[in-house]
């Protein structure tokens, strides 16, 4: 019983790094991404362009704020804090992504297969592209079109 106890340890501490690799693979979670994103609306943030984890560590969003002051937002993952903030007036284009069409793309995107976040963008031709990690922790790459924020193509790499 010894025995089979001290094999089981080497099996249990590689289970536990692992998670801790998974955890810090620059992704989120989608409720530490909700999290965030109701931290950049605290900001002023309503429409958003691009949301992306930059070194693992800061969460970058690019939008604008009802007024048409387009954001460029610098957040630290582990509370939110925003760690770098510039502005510039521009008006807010037809097709940015309010609030809750940047949530029903990430739902649909979840729908489709995504487990954890990693990046979003949005184009002025209408496409909406969300990278991030499946079930298996593999890269899956989501398309969305802009009107109806329906998947219309789902890659694995």
Do not use: C
Not at 39 to 45: D, L, N, R
Not at 126 to 144: C, F, K, P
């Amino acid at each position: 019983m010894k025995t089979m106890h001290m094999l089981m340890m080497p099996m249990v501490l590689s289970g536990g790094l692992s998670t801790a690799v998974m955890a810090d693979d620059g992704s989120l979670s989608p409720g530490e991404l909700e999290s965030l994103l109701a931290t950049a609306g605290e900001h002023g943030v309503t429409h958003y362009d691009d949301v992306a984890i930059d070194d693992g560590n800061r969460l970058e969003i690019e939008g604008w704020r009802d007024d048409g002051w387009q954001l460029d937002l610098d957040m630290l993952i582990r509370d939110g804090s925003l760690v770098h903030e510039k502005r510039r007036q521009d008006t807010t284009p037809d097709w940015s992504l309010n609030g809750e069409e940047l949530r029903q793309a990430l739902d649909n995107a979840r729908d489709a297969g995504m487990q954890r976040f990693a990046e979003l963008d949005v184009d002025e031709q209408g496409h909406v592209d969300i990278e991030g990690y499946d079930a298996q922790n593999e890269e899956i790459d989501i398309r969305l079109e802009r009107n109806g924020l329906t998947v219309t193509g789902v890659e694995h790499d």
